[in-house]
T-cell receptor, first 114, second 114 residues
Framework: AQSVTQLDSQVPVFEEAPVELRCNYS??????LFWYVQYPNQGLQLLLK??????LVKGINGFEAEFNKSQTSFHLRKPSVHISDTAEYFC????????????FGKGTKLSVKP | DSGVTQTPKHLITATGQRVTLRCSPRSGDLSVYWYQQSLDQGLQFLIQYYNGEERAKGNILERFSAQQFPDLHSELNLSSLELGDSALYFC?????????????FGEGSRLTVL
């Protein structure tokens, strides 16, 4: 079975600082990896995904993530955050050949302060 | 706007009651997924339907059931409600079986059981 661990439940950071949100996964088979963002009182929207190919994936709003198979990680990064990036971020996995349902981590609340 | 519509947005009911949550997927999407989001459990996959047929089952209680109708909308029925069922229930949809994992989420139905 797959699982996802997001190591930090909350990450406070100042505006224009860089940020990294950590995600590790566990799976015995090849996986697809995703980051979703949830703004207050909204549903989840896809930030970026890794399916295959280049291990550095770029997403919306200036975010990027790097797939590291040996470390089973998929950390999310942004070089300079804005107040508007304040949200909860979820890492998710599904396995190739699965029915498509995603297994989510418990989320990381990013709080950007002025 | 993801194109996924959920009703009602908010619902308050009493223990022992039964409620129905409704989801209209994006136009053209055949798969519908239901997730439960709570503070202690995070985002839990409940069940998936594909073109009217149940495709995958997650941590769905026996008191809960779902179906997908010929017009592809879906309903999640929650019965004999308990306080612990209070949560945000998300519906998501995808084009096919969702094998590439891009799910489109609605804004959720917030259920409060008193």
């Amino acid at each position: 079975a797959q699982s996802v661990t997001q190591l930090d439940s909350q990450v406070p950071v100042f505006e224009e600082a860089p940020v990294e949100l950590r995600c590790n996964y566990s799976s015995s088979v090849s996986v697809y990896l995703f980051w979703y963002v949830q703004y207050p009182n909204q549903g989840l929207q896809l930030l970026l995904k890794y399916l295959s190919g280049s291990t550095l994936v770029k997403g919306i709003n200036g975010f990027e993530a790097e797939f590291n198979k040996s470390q089973t990680s998929f950390h999310l990064r942004k070089p300079s955050v804005h107040i508007s990036d304040t949200a909860e971020y979820f890492c998710a996995v599904n396995t190739r050949g699965s029915q498509g349902n995603l297994i989510f981590g418990k989320g990381t609340k990013l709080s950007v302060k002025p | 706007d993801s194109g996924v519509t959920q009703t009602p947005k908010h619902l308050i009911t009493a223990t022992g009651q039964r409620v129905t949550l409704r989801c209209s997927p994006r136009s053209g999407d055949l798969s519908v997924y239901w997730y439960q989001q709570s503070l202690d459990q995070g985002l839990q996959f409940l069940i998936q339907y594909y073109n009217g047929e149940e495709r995958a089952k997650g941590n769905i209680l026996e008191r809960f059931s779902a179906q997908q109708f010929p017009d592809l909308h879906s309903e999640l029925n929650l019965s004999s409600l308990e306080l612990g069922d209070s949560a945000l229930y998300f519906c998501a949809s995808s084009l096919a079986g969702g094998r590439t994992g891009e799910l489109f989420f609605g804004e959720g139905s917030r259920l409060t059981v008193l």
